[in-house]
């Protein structure tokens, strides 16, 4: 308990010039391969941007600037990794199917050998023209539609150069893993009183995940060269119609600004119900970018690092998610909503019912698990994946030696998962968020689902 107190007291409290140093350096030899690149993707002129559905007008500025990141890693039998981190709303499932085959052709990298992890900013640019005007189907402008649509359709090719530029630029180095905790982050599922209903507002009983995981990159010259860490909370402090990263923005510029020439890429964690509050401004956005820079740094001053050996083994495939049958009646009722978001989705499903004699019955949520030899253990699950996923890994993986780090928001942002407590209860995660893109909610067996293949694949390497 001291310990978990002190960690507290450094996250929150300690200035970054007395942490920027981190643990006393202890000559390792190195055992990896790893290199990192940057690449600005702020659009050069005002763009739509997403992930609230009622703005009714382009940016009007930038904040900051937002950024892909690559951290390229290499083990001593010549297996690779590459982590892309994302200053996005998400992953759009043809932007991961586009990277996998450029990386392939260019970088020979297979599909487990690629991670692909958005912030969530709120606060960046539309990807496509789902997101632009009245944001489903509605009236759209048209230039901003086409803007968005190009967007999107050009990250592929950026991603992969990126990719290649990370592995030009590997060197010799030495991996370890350490952690901290930052608590700005709070479940926002609230239950008042008696009621049924679900509102989205501040739950301060509600589960959450405060553990912000930390794998420092060090090259051969002891010099730090990439820091990659996490946290699970919703990337929405700002609500402005400036671009900006937002506090996971703020974060990554904060350590990499303490340390010139050093990459900081920010990985988010299971925060689909988590917000990070207070919230609402652009200096609280940087208020909650520094608790978890200071958490980082705490993290980095820690003494008892976790050395990473090899070998690297990943492995990358998909969990089977049933859509519940909403019914005919349902989409009628959902059809006469006064909502007219509500309304044309529904009446659009109702065509497909038409045209095609049925609606989807399942997606393919991407799961990816990746090992550092016995020593760390990194699980990726798409979707807005709900806390109650990191919670249950860690629980059940306790026991075994190596340390655990769960990641949401990977490889295809399709929608939210909500874990099988989420969905019983519905609301928005468990239920009617999804409604925009699919046309009934998911099964309750969802979660198991997912779980089940992330220790199917773990299984299969380590057979």
Not at 5 to 17: H, Q, T, Y
Not at 280 to 298: K, S, Y
Not at 447 to 461: F, M
Request: net charge neutral.
């Amino acid at each position: 308990m001291k310990k978990r107190c002190l960690m507290g007291f450094l996250a929150v409290c300690l200035p970054l010039s007395l942490l920027a140093a981190g643990a006393p350096a202890t000559k390792e030899t190195p055992t990896w391969k790893a290199g990192a690149a940057a690449f600005d993707i702020t659009p050069a002129e005002p763009s739509w941007m997403a992930g609230y559905g009622g703005r009714k007008k382009p940016s009007d500025g930038v904040a900051q600037h937002v950024f892909a990141k690559a951290l390229a890693i290499e083990d001593s039998a010549g297996t690779r990794m590459v982590f892309v981190t994302l200053d996005l709303i998400g992953v759009p499932q043809a932007v991961r199917e586009g990277v996998e085959r450029l990386a392939r052709e260019r970088h020979g990298l297979q599909p487990e050998s690629i991670l692909l992890n958005a912030s969530h900013t709120h606060s960046g640019p539309a990807l496509n023209r789902s997101d632009v005007g009245d944001y489903r189907g509605g009236v759209a402008d048209a230039t901003y539609a086409a803007k968005a649509d190009a967007y999107g359709a050009a990250l592929p090719e950026k991603i992969t150069r990126l990719i290649g530029d990370a592995l030009v630029r590997s060197g010799p180095a030495t991996l370890h893993y350490t952690h901290a905790r930052a608590g700005f982050a709070m479940n926002r599922r609230l239950r008042v009183g008696n009621e049924s209903q679900i509102r989205n507002s501040p739950n301060p009983d509600g589960p959450v995940d405060h553990d912000v995981p930390v794998l420092r990159v060090t090259m051969a010259d002891g010099n730090l060269k990439a820091i990659l860490f996490g946290y699970a909370c919703h990337n929405t402090t700002s609500g402005t119609y400036i671009i900006n990263g937002d506090y996971a923005g703020h974060a990554q510029a904060i350590l990499e600004e303490a340390r010139p020439g050093v990459v900081a890429l920010f990985m988010q964690g299971c925060g689909g119900d988590q917000n990070p509050y207070p919230r609402g401004t652009l200096e609280q956005a940087a208020q909650h970018g520094r608790t978890l820079a200071n958490a980082v740094e705490a993290a980095l001053a820690v003494v008892t690092q976790r050395p990473l050996n090899g070998p690297l083994r990943s492995a990358f495939g998909h969990a089977s998610l049933d859509i519940v049958d909403a019914g005919r009646a349902d989409l009628e009722r959902r059809a006469r909503s006064r909502s007219k978001d509500e309304k044309s989705r529904a009446e659009d499903l109702l065509k497909q019912l038409e045209t095609k004699g049925a609606l989807p019955k399942s997606y393919p949520c991407p799961v990816q698990v990746v090992q550092f030899g016995t020593d760390l253990t990194l699980v990726a699950i798409g979707g807005e994946t709900t806390v109650d996923y990191s919670l249950r890994l860690k629980r059940e993986m306790a026991s075994i030696p190596s340390a655990l780090w769960v990641a949401g928001y990977s490889n295809d942002v399709f929608g939210y998962l909500g874990s099988r407590r989420v969905i019983v209860e519905g609301g928005y995660e468990g239920y009617s968020a999804n409604m925009w893109d699919f046309p009934g909610p998911w099964a309750t067996d969802s979660e198991d689902r997912v779980i089940g293949k992330a220790y199917e694949l773990i299984r299969s390497i380590n057979h």
